[in-house]
C-alpha cells in the first residue's frame, strides 16, 4: 500500500468515526461534552506538568523556605507569583496539583488496564471451557467480591510493607498500587465477559472454528475477545474514577503514594495537618481537583454506559 493510500485510508476512518452514533450521541449531550473538555483539559496540563507548570515543585535548589505557607496569589521577595499559595516547604500549590494529579491518572489508569487484562482473561476461559475450571473461577470471583475493594488493597499494601525496605518499598510503590487496586477490581470484568462470551460461543463462526482445529488461543484473542470489547470499555470507563478515588483514599491513609512523589490524596493528606493553623489552601485545591476530575469522568462513564446499551436506542 502506497503512503497516499494509507492516508486515504486513515482519513477515511476519521470521517466514519465523527460521523458515528457514538460520536453524534457524545454532541447531544451538553454536560457529557463539558465533562469531556474538562477530562481533556485535565489530561493535558497533568501529563504535561514538566513543560506546563510554573516551577518545578520537586526540585530541592528551587524552593525556598522563605516562601512557605503563602497564601494565594502571594508574590515573594524575588516576584514569583503562587496562585494557589505555597506550602510549608515553600512548593507552588498550583505545581504540585499538577504533577500530583499525573501520578493519580497513572496509578488508576495503570490499575483499571491491569484488572481489564486479567479479568478479561478470567472471563474468556471461564466461557469458553466451561465446567469445573468456569464453578471455581466463579467461586473465586463471588469470594473476591466478599472483601471491599480497599481492604484488598491494604492487605497488599500491607504484604508489601512487611517484605520490602523502606527504600525499595518507596520506589516501587506506584506499582505496589496499581498490583493491588488492580486485584481488587477485576470481578466485574471477569462477569461481564465471561457473560458476553457465552452468547459468542454457541455462534456458528465460533463453532466453525472449533471444527477447523483453530488454537484456542487464536479463538480467545481473535474471534471472541473483539466482540465482547464494548463491555471492557465500559466497566473500564467507569471503574477508572472509583480507581483514582480509591488511591486518593489510601494515600490519605498514609498507605500509598510517598511525600517525594505525591498523589491527589498525599498532597489533601499533608494539608490537612495545616488545617487548624489556618491554611487551608494546602488541602482545598488538591480536594476541588480531586472532585472534579472524578465528576467528569463520571460523567464521561455514565455517557458512555448509556451509548453503548443497544435497549437505550
Do not use: C
Amino acid at each position: 500500500m502506497s503512503e497516499s493510500q494509507q492516508q486515504a485510508q486513515e482519513m477515511s476512518l476519521i470521517a466514519r468515526a465523527f460521523d458515528s452514533d457514538l460520536w453524534h450521541s457524545f454532541k447531544e449531550s451538553k454536560v457529557t461534552m463539558l465533562a469531556g473538555i474538562i477530562t481533556a483539559f485535565l489530561l493535558i496540563t497533568s501529563f504535561a506538568a514538566p513543560l506546563l507548570a510554573p516551577y518545578t515543585p520537586f526540585d530541592p535548589g528551587s524552593i525556598s523556605l522563605w516562601a512557605a505557607d503563602l497564601p494565594p496569589m502571594s508574590v515573594d521577595e524575588d516576584g514569583n507569583t503562587y496562585l494557589m499559595g505555597t506550602d510549608n516547604q515553600g512548593r507552588d500549590i498550583l505545581s504540585v496539583i499538577m504533577y500530583g494529579m499525573r501520578t493519580s491518572l497513572i496509578v488508576g489508569a495503570g490499575a483499571i488496564i491491569f484488572a481489564a487484562i486479567l479479568g478479561s482473561a478470567i472471563g474468556l476461559i471461564s466461557a469458553y471451557f466451561g465446567g469445573w475450571l468456569d464453578s471455581l473461577l466463579m467461586r473465586i470471583a463471588d469470594v473476591q467480591l466478599s472483601f471491599p475493594a480497599i481492604l484488598v488493597a491494604l492487605l497488599i499494601n500491607g504484604v508489601a510493607k512487611a517484605t520490602l525496605s523502606p527504600n525499595v518499598l518507596d520506589g516501587a510503590m506506584m506499582y505496589i498500587l496499581i498490583f493491588s487496586l488492580g486485584m481488587a477490581a477485576w470481578v466485574p470484568f471477569a462477569r461481564s465477559v465471561r457473560a458476553a462470551a457465552m452468547v459468542e460461543n454457541q455462534k456458528e463462526y465460533v463453532l466453525a472454528a472449533r471444527i477447523m482445529g483453530v488454537p484456542v488461543r487464536s479463538i480467545l484473542l481473535r474471534h471472541l475477545l473483539p466482540n465482547v470489547l464494548n463491555p471492557i470499555l465500559v466497566i473500564a470507563t467507569v471503574n477508572l474514577a472509583i480507581s483514582i478515588i480509591t488511591e486518593a483514599t489510601l494515600s490519605f491513609l498514609g498507605v500509598g503514594m510517598p511525600q517525594t512523589e505525591p498523589s491527589l490524596g498525599t498532597l489533601i493528606r499533608v494539608g490537612a495537618n495545616f488545617l487548624m493553623s489556618g491554611e487551608w489552601w494546602i488541602t482545598l485545591f488538591p480536594g476541588i481537583t480531586l472532585v472534579i476530575l472524578v465528576l467528569s469522568v463520571n460523567l464521561l462513564g455514565d455517557w458512555l454506559r448509556d451509548a453503548m446499551n443497544p435497549r437505550l436506542k
